[in-house]
């Protein structure tokens, strides 16, 4: 009888035991931490630059973001500097996946300490979640410093402002070979009337069964159909005017009126014709099923000849491809309707908003908003910012440096993809499944404008 | 391979940390303290069970042991599950919308495809499957190399769904007639004298074409199982059933499937429930595009992509009240398979 007493009380105060002695070690794993990051040290050298930033020793800060490969690589080195004159230790984790997985790290309780947000529609959806917190005082100043009015608007809510700007990219570049061009003596068209007459010209030309005038990837995932997407708000920009397109991201013009079905028909006129798509893939059918990445990778073969891609597309030429004015791939900025119209271009940006507001994730934010940052990383080369404090000379390539200074230009007519700042059941949605439907024939102009509208919240 | 390389990123990461070992240290200190303390309450718990006075010993003894499981459950699936539904009766900013969700989910033609393709999935896949693996299991059995086989077919199960979806998105890539064909599909049909299909693009055979990988995938379940059971039949059975003039058809309608009913119908009840939950498959191949989502896909897509989580919700307890029947079928079945036996 009494053993049966005896063996769970031992149980019992051993296991309390070895609780206690967890426990203290934990304490003093504490101490040490704490020591560490008390003892800061003078700055290292050359970081004059980063004195503003202050010393966070032993901090990890998480940058999440959909940004990966070389990209990310150059992301990561663009905070080498920044880290060693700080202290802070920068993880970058990016995703594809990541406009999904950052609603459900947030509704985790596993947000990182700064996101890179892709689309100005996704930080208001996350500001609304209230997991953002407002942007510190210096980040607002070097906004306000550096950046143009509508840019720091993007990054407002309810007159509270939270996201500062990051890179930047132009849309709507037509990439072309130059060599090409030179050999067969075509021009770069100014006007659209120029470039329907340019690819008319190209398809008669042409004596090899796989190619067309141009090719066109919609291919991304659940997000197939987003380059479609772009084709419109160029033609939209530059046809309805800036004004018709501002109402039509809010709402107000609907996609079933005069002005954005004419968008959808002049895009036809290239997308829908077998004769101009899709050179090395097939016919128009064959665009939802090609890959964005790969879309414009036929004119390197000679299958195609134009492509509509943005700025970033420039990363996608394989090693060894010469990206130059005269080189093997070069862009022009999609044409305007007519000669007299002002220069128009629709663009991209990432913001980056905070999850919390310890003193190292606002020097980090602040850093990024600098034009430190802005300088650091685009000589890296493959990415542009807004940012006015960014000499255009940076920029690894002409491609970017003409980007730059359309994007600092006083007299640019510049708006944000629409699609981005549609409402989600839209603009990532609707808007998508609507372009695949379109070009694969499964739904007309009529029906697919219809269909979006039925989809707008 | 997306998969594999955002695991090796993590890796890194957490390599590269410098309070990796401390940290990974302090983790493992509360893992331990956790167990102990774990150990320690259901040390005390029993012995106290064990002290209860004898008139109600039994009662305690049950309360204790039945609780811990009972609160638990309570904590990770009842409660949220209640939450689920009292959101999806909601609308997203928490105002009381009754049925709303559902019925969007039956009227508006995208949700009601949505809705449409999970029935046709759940219609082809078990049945298929378990066909195709009965067919195959009577086929080998003790035929000669059996074992490699078996294997053969079994090998996808082995393969993540989303790593079969990569490799059957390869065959069924598309490049138009004359263009050079990289899918091996459209190879084939080129070869054959055909023009090359946009598989997943074409509604609605695509969503035929996306079930064909659930069905390669679990053929293998349904032969292994089968397999395992057709060799529990009596051989005296067979016997007595062919001297009595039973011919093969026969013997394995009339013997061998009544005799492996119960295995029969656990695997077409897993497979079921495996289809209704299909997720990976759609979300890799198509992203749901092209008239191709299911409810899981639906449900994921509208709760944390599009910012409805309400209807996301109604979609959740969609799936749930379509996959109770057919629990309770399986458990009836069991039950009185296991009464007859």
């Not at chain 1, 772009?230 to 397109?245: K, T």
């Not at chain 1, 007519?413 to 603009?427: E, I, T, W, Y």
């Not at chain 2, 995938?217 to 007595?240: R, Y």
């Amino acid at each position: 009888m009494k053993r049966r007493i005896i063996t769970p009380i031992a149980i019992v105060a051993a296991s309390g035991l070895l609780l206690a002695g967890c426990s203290s070690s934990d304490d003093t794993d504490d101490a040490a931490t704490g020591g560490s990051s008390g003892g800061g040290d003078g700055m290292p050298a050359g970081c004059e630059a980063y004195e503003v930033y202050g010393q966070h020793s032993g901090a990890t800060l998480e940058v999440y973001s959909t940004i990966q490969n070389q990209e990310a690589d150059d992301l990561v080195t663009s905070f080498e500097k920044f880290e060693e004159c700080t202290g802070i230790d920068v993880e970058y984790v990016g995703s594809q996946e990541f406009e999904t997985q950052i609603n459900v790290r947030l509704e985790g309780g596993d947000a990182p300490d700064l996101a890179i947000i892709p689309q100005p529609g996704l930080l208001n959806r996350l500001i609304d979640t209230g997991n953002v917190v407002p942007a510190p005082a210096a980040v607002e100043a070097n906004v306000d410093e550096f950046w143009s009015e509508s840019w720091k608007q993007y990054g407002t809510k309810d007159g509270t402002f939270y996201a500062a700007p990051l890179m930047a990219s132009v849309k709507g570049w037509v990439w072309y070979s130059p060599t090409e061009f030179a050999e067969k003596g075509y021009e770069v068209p100014t006007t659209w009337d120029d470039l329907i007459a340019l690819t008319e010209q190209m398809a008669a030309d042409n004596d090899n069964a796989q190619y067309r005038p141009w090719c066109i990837g919609f291919e991304s995932g659940d997000a197939t159909g987003w380059p479609g997407t772009d084709w419109i708000e160029d033609i939209v920009l530059r046809q309805a005017g800036p004004e018709a397109y501002d109402q039509w991201v809010a709402g107000e013009l609907k996609f079933n009126s005069p002005e954005i079905i004419k968008a959808f028909d002049t895009f036809g006129e290239i997308a829908k014709n077998p004769a101009y798509v899709n050179g090395g893939f097939g016919g128009p059918e064959s665009i939802v099923s090609t890959s964005f990445n790969d879309g414009g990778l036929p004119i390197l073969d000679g299958n195609c000849s134009l492509h509509h891609q943005a700025s970033f597309y420039e990363a996608q030429w394989p090693a060894g491809t010469d990206v130059s004015e005269n080189g093997d791939v070069w862009a022009f900025i999609t044409p305007k309707m007519s000669a007299s119209d002002p220069d128009a271009v629709t663009g991209g940006g990432e913001f980056v908003a905070a999850f919390n507001d310890d003193p190292a994730t606002a020097a980090l934010q602040a850093f990024m908003s600098s034009d430190t940052w802005a300088n650091e990383r685009v000589s890296l080369g493959g990415v542009i910012s807004a940012n006015k404090g960014l000499d255009p000379n940076n920029a690894s390539s002409a491609i970017g440096k003409a980007s730059i200074e359309i994007l600092q230009g006083e007299d640019t007519v510049f708006r944000f993809d629409a699609s981005d700042l549609m409402p989600a059941a839209v603009g990532t949605a609707s808007f998508w499944t609507g372009m695949n439907d379109w070009v694969t024939s499964n739904r007309d102009t009529a029906q697919t404008v219809e269909y979006i509208d039925s989809t707008w919240p | 391979m997306l998969i594999g390389e955002q695991f090796l990123a993590a890796a890194n990461i957490a390599a590269k940390r410098s309070d990796f070992w401390p940290e990974t240290g302090s983790k493992f200190g509360q893992a331990i303290v956790a167990i102990a303390l774990f150990a320690a309450v259901v040390g005390l718990l029993m012995f106290l069970a064990d002290k209860a006075p004898k008139r109600g010993r039994d009662f305690v003894q049950l309360t204790l042991f039945v609780a811990p499981a009972l609160i638990l459950l309570t904590v990770g699936l009842i409660w949220p599950a209640i939450q689920t539904v009292w959101q999806s009766i909601n609308d997203n900013d928490g105002n009381f919308v009754g049925l709303d969700n559902y019925a969007t989910i039956f009227t508006d033609p995208t949700m009601s495809r949505v809705v449409i393709n999970t029935i046709v999935w759940v219609a082809i896949v078990p049945a298929m499957s378990t066909a195709v693996g009965l067919a195959y299991a009577v086929f080998i059995d003790k035929s000669k190399g059996e074992k490699v086989l078996k294997s053969l077919v079994f090998m996808p199960m082995a393969i993540s769904f989303v790593g079969a979806s990569i490799i059957w998105g390869f065959m069924y890539e598309y490049r138009a007639a004359g263009f050079p064909q990289i899918g091996f599909l459209n190879q084939l049909l080129v070869w054959l004298g055909g023009t090359p299909q946009q598989f997943t693009a074409s509604a609605p055979m695509n969503t035929f074409y996306l079930i064909i990988i659930m069905v390669w995938i679990q053929t293998g379940f349904a032969m292994v199982v089968l397999s395992a059971a057709i060799k529990g039949v009596p051989a005296e059975l067979i016997e007595a059933a062919s001297l009595d003039g039973a011919t093969a058809w026969g013997r394995f309608w009339n013997v061998t499937v009544p005799w492996i009913r119960g295995s029969l119908v656990v695997v077409v009840t897993t497979i079921t429930i495996a289809t209704l939950k299909v997720f990976d498959i759609v979300r890799t191949v198509t992203g749901g595009q092209f008239n191709t989502s299911v409810v899981a896909n639906e449900m994921y897509s509208r709760a944390f992509r599009l910012g409805q989580p309400s209807l996301g919700a109604a979609l959740a307890v969609l799936l749930f009240i379509m996959v109770i029947p057919i629990i309770i079928y399986n458990v009836r079945v069991l039950r009185r398979h296991r009464e007859a036996h």
